[in-house]
């Protein structure tokens, strides 16, 4: 799997957009990119991914680049509670047996949201 | 709730003890995963089942290490001669079909003394 790169920490005012980059520059046409965060204490939460085309769900919005090589997980109005570590993973997307299904976690961003 | 669930949520035990942990997956999830976590890093890959066959099993994973999923559903992690350098939070994760989103349960989090 492709390796990601993320800054250690970001700050963001509550109410106000919290954009969490992530370069991926040796990803494969073949790998997607997922973003998971991790609330203090508690399991790894799964908040989405893509392969090229910018996704939106009701948790978070992901651009990824033309290139594909550098994505931004975007909450629209971050809130107290969204204090936590992002992970960004590049990852063969489609379940084809192999070594393609772990997840290969780096130490993410951790975001802290102020009031 | 249907996610994945783990117990016990924490265990503390003496060096030299056994442990066991255990995983239920989301119902009809065929395949299961247990990580590891340290503090101030990201969870590790330790092994991986698809219903009951383990198919894979990380360099992580000494032979102190056991887990099973007998029949298919429940998993459980057994660490045998616990050591200090054990301690960490036992993550679970379960997924099926195409997309292989894994969700992960709550974790147990080991403590030896």
């Known amino acids: 799997d492709a390796k990601t790169t993320q800054p250690p920490s970001m700050d963001c005012a509550e109410g106000r957009a919290a954009n969490l980059p992530c370069n991926h520059s040796?990803?494969?046409?073949?790998?997607?990119v997922y973003w998971y965060r991790q609330i203090h204490s508690q399991g790894p939460q799964y908040i989405i991914h893509?392969?090229?085309n910018n996704e939106t769900n009701e948790m978070a919005s992901l651009i990824i680049t033309e290139d594909r090589k550098s994505s931004t997980l975007i909450l629209p109005h971050a809130t107290l509670r969204d204090t936590a570590v992002y992970y960004c993973i590049v990852r063969v997307g489609m379940y084809s047996g192999g070594s393609n299904y772990k997840l290969t976690f780096g130490k993410g961003t951790l975001l802290t949201v102020n009031p | 709730d249907t996610g994945v669930s783990q117990n016990p949520r924490h265990k503390i035990t003496k060096r030299g003890q056994n442990v066991t942990f255990r995983c239920d997956p989301i119902?009809?999830?065929?395949?299961l995963y247990w990580y590891r976590q340290t503090l101030g890093q990201g969870p590790e890959f330790l092994t991986y089942?698809?219903?009951?066959?383990?198919?894979?099993k990380s360099r992580l994973l000494s032979d102190r290490f056991s887990a099973e999923r007998p029949k298919g559903s429940f998993s459980t992690l057994e660490i045998q001669r616990t050591e200090q350098g054990d301690s960490a939070m036992y993550l679970c994760a379960s997924s099926t079909g195409q997309q292989e989103t894994q969700y992960f349960g709550p974790g147990t989090r080991l403590l030896v003394l």
């Open positions: 893509g392969l090229k």
């Open positions: 089942f698809q219903n009951e066959a383990q198919l894979e």
């Open positions: 119902s009809e999830h065929n395949r």
């Open positions: 040796t990803i494969s046409g073949n790998e997607y």
